[in-house]
């Protein structure tokens, strides 16, 4: 089955910072990949996805993603870390017809004022 | 905006007890998920129903679980004889039938094993 491998578990930025939080998957096809975010107490909330065409794929709350093949990468990244965006971030990858989606451990960002 | 609803939000039961999870899908949704959350681990899938039955099911989905769409709007989690280790937020997410659909996810129920 598809996995994920998201390396930090805990990642402080200061606010304005620019921020990349890093996913590794691990999936025999062309994998179809996520990233949600989950603030305290809260339900996941899908940020962007990727499935095909171009690699840089911009989602909500100015976050973008781009996959890289050859790194078999999907890293999330924001130029500028609001207070607001403080909160645990998942990367996921879905399988043949992403009907059983798997996650990564997920990290915690924290952003200092 | 329609969006994914579980009840109870927070449900405590003793250790070999049967528990039902509810959630209602959103409603033009055809594909439903459950997913559980072991506090401070990651998101785990359980299972996908499409169209009356399980489409996918991970090593978690044992016998001890079962899954059910009793009417046109719930869908319902249920565990047989619950364990210390059942433990966790459970979440319920649908989608509509395009498999590059996002899955909406509801606020999920955290249910605790005593």
């Known amino acids: 089955a598809q996995s994920v491998t998201q390396p930090d578990i805990h990642i402080t930025v200061s606010e304005g910072a620019s921020l990349e939080l890093r996913c590794n998957y691990s999936?025999?096809?062309?994998?179809?990949l996520f990233w949600y975010v989950q603030s305290p107490g809260q339900g996941l909330q899908l940020l962007l996805k990727y499935f095909s065409g171009d690699t840089l794929v911009q989602g909500i709350k100015g976050f973008e993603a781009e996959f890289k093949r050859s790194q078999s990468s999907f890293n999330l990244r924001k130029p500028s870390v609001h207070w607001s965006d403080a909160a645990e971030y998942f990367c996921?990858?879905?399988?043949?017809?992403?009907?059983?989606?798997?996650f990564g451990a997920g990290t915690r960002l924290t952003v200092k004022p | 905006e329609p969006e994914v609803t579980q009840t109870p939000s927070h449900q405590v039961t003793q250790m070999g007890q049967e528990v039902i999870l509810r959630c209602v899908p959103i409603s033009n949704h055809l594909y439903f998920y459950w997913y559980r959350q072991i506090l401070g681990q990651k998101v785990e899938f359980l299972v996908s129903?499409?169209?009356?039955?399980?489409?996918?099911k991970s090593e978690i989905f044992d016998d001890q679980f079962s899954v059910e769409r009793p009417d046109g709007s719930n869908f319902t989690l249920k565990i047989r004889s619950t364990k210390l280790e059942d433990s966790a937020m459970y979440f319920c997410?649908?989608?509509?039938?395009?498999?590059?659909?996002?899955?909406?996810f509801g606020p999920g129920t955290r249910l605790t094993v005593l």
């Open positions: 997410a649908s989608r509509t039938s395009g498999f590059t659909d996002t899955q909406y």
């Open positions: 129903f499409y169209n009356n039955e399980i489409s996918e």
């Open positions: 999936y025999g096809a062309t994998p179809y």
């Open positions: 996921a990858v879905g399988g043949y017809n992403n009907n059983d989606m798997r």
